[in-house]
C-alpha cells in the first residue's frame, strides 16, 4: 500500500487508515485480530480509535494485540480526546481532562507515545491558549509525536494552526479528521482550502456515507445493518433521503461499469481527492474490511471520477465561490473545485 506523507510533516501514512469505533463494542476481540492482520497484511500502518470508543475498550483492544501480532514501531497509532464525560459540557480540552485522557490512553494502547493525538471537537469554554500548550507539553514529554484536530469547522482549523504557527516551538497541527464522502462534501466550502493552505493533511472520517454507499440500503435496511440497531440507527438515517439515493445510484453504475464493487468505487474516489491522506475504513467485521481494501487496487478513470464530482457537487455561494470565480464575476466553479 502506497505511504503518503501526513500534510506538510515528516509522517508518512498509509493511504488507507483503519478505524476502530465499533471496536469492543460491535466488533469482538477475535475479529479485530482479524481485521489488523487483514490490514497490516495489505501493507496498512495507520491505526485510527479515540478515548471514547467502546468507552475506552476500543483502545484497550488495540493494547492487547500490540507487539503479539505487530511491532510497536511498525504501526501509528492515532487517537482522540476532548470530548466531555458530563452531560452538561459536551466538550472538555481543559489541560486537566486532556493529560488525564492521555494518560488513560496510553495505559490502555499499552505504549508509551500515541503517532498522532487530536483534539475531538472544539470547546468554546476553554480558552485557546489552554488547549493548545496541552498539546505541547503532551509533544515535549514524549508521549505525543505529533497533534491534530478533528470536526473542527474552516475558522477554527485555521485559528489553532496559526496559532501554533505563530511560535516556532509550538507543535504544528499536521491533520484534520473530518466527515468526507460523496454524500457528504461540506468540507470543501472552507475546511478543505485552509488545509491545503496551511499544509494540514485531512483524514475523512466515515468515507462510505456511514455505509449507504454501499448500496446496502437500495432495498431495505438489512438486519445486520447499523441501520437496524438502535444505537446507530440515528447515525444512518441522515443519508437514506432521495438526494443520497441518486448519488449511491450513480456509484452503483460506475461500478458494474468497472466490474467492481460500489464501496471500491466510493473510496478509491474520496481516497485521490486532493488533499486527502488516509480515509479511515471502520468496518464492522473483518469480511466488511476485506472488501473495503480491494479498494487500494483500483484508480478511477477521469471520466468515471468528473461524473461522480457531478452529481454529488456541494452548492458554494458567497463568499465560497467568490474566491474561486473572482468578485462579482457571478460564475459556478468546477463540481469539487476548491
Do not use: C
Not at 492521555?102 to 475531538?120: E, F, I, M, P
Amino acid at each position: 500500500m502506497q505511504q503518503r506523507p501526513l500534510g506538510r510533516s515528516g509522517l508518512a501514512v498509509s493511504r488507507l487508515a483503519l478505524g476502530t469505533m465499533t471496536w469492543g463494542r460491535d466488533t469482538d476481540p477475535d475479529d479485530a485480530a482479524a481485521q489488523l492482520k487483514l490490514f497490516l497484511d495489505a501493507g496498512g500502518t495507520l491505526i485510527d480509535t479515540a478515548d471514547v470508543y467502546g468507552d475506552g475498550d476500543a483502545e484497550a483492544v488495540i493494547g492487547s494485540l500490540l507487539d503479539h501480532m505487530v511491532p510497536r514501531d511498525e504501526v501509528l497509532i492515532a487517537t482522540k480526546a476532548g470530548l466531555g464525560h458530563s452531560p452538561h459540557r459536551r466538550r472538555d480540552s481543559s489541560r486537566g481532562h486532556l493529560l488525564r485522557t492521555l494518560d488513560a490512553s496510553l495505559r490502555r494502547l499499552g505504549t508509551d507515545y500515541v503517532d498522532l493525538w487530536q483534539l475531538h471537537g472544539y470547546d468554546p469554554q476553554t480558552p485557546l491558549e489552554e488547549t493548545l500548550s496541552a498539546l505541547d507539553h503532551a509533544v515535549n514529554s514524549g508521549r505525543v509525536r505529533y497533534v491534530g484536530v478533528s470536526n473542527f469547522a474552516g475558522w477554527q482549523t485555521a485559528q489553532v494552526a496559526m496559532w501554533q504557527r505563530a511560535y516556532p516551538a509550538r507543535a504544528p497541527i499536521v491533520a484534520t479528521q473530518m466527515e468526507y464522502s460523496l454524500l457528504e462534501r461540506g468540507i470543501e466550502r472552507e475546511v478543505m482550502p485552509a488545509a491545503a493552505a496551511l499544509g494540514i493533511g485531512v483524514l475523512p472520517w466515515s468515507p462510505l456515507g456511514r455505509g449507504v454507499l454501499t448500496g446496502k440500503y437500495r432495498n431495505g435496511r438489512p438486519l445486520d445493518s447499523r441501520a437496524a440497531t438502535d444505537h446507530l440507527a440515528p447515525f444512518v438515517r441522515t443519508y437514506l433521503e432521495p438526494r443520497s439515493s441518486s448519488i449511491v445510484e450513480a456509484v452503483v453504475t460506475a461500478a458494474a461499469g468497472l466490474g467492481v464493487e460500489p464501496l471500491e468505487v466510493a473510496l478509491a474516489w474520496i481516497r485521490d481527492r486532493p488533499g486527502v491522506s488516509a480515509p479511515i475504513l471502520g468496518a464492522r467485521t473483518a469480511g466488511q474490511l476485506q472488501g473495503a481494501l480491494l479498494s487500494d487496487e483500483l484508480t478511477l478513470p477521469h471520466e468515471i471520477a468528473q461524473a461522480l464530482d457531478d452529481v454529488s457537487a456541494v452548492p458554494l455561494g458567497y463568499p465560497e465561490r467568490e474566491g474561486l470565480t473572482g468578485p462579482g464575476t457571478g460564475g459556478t466553479p468546477e463540481p469539487g473545485a476548491y
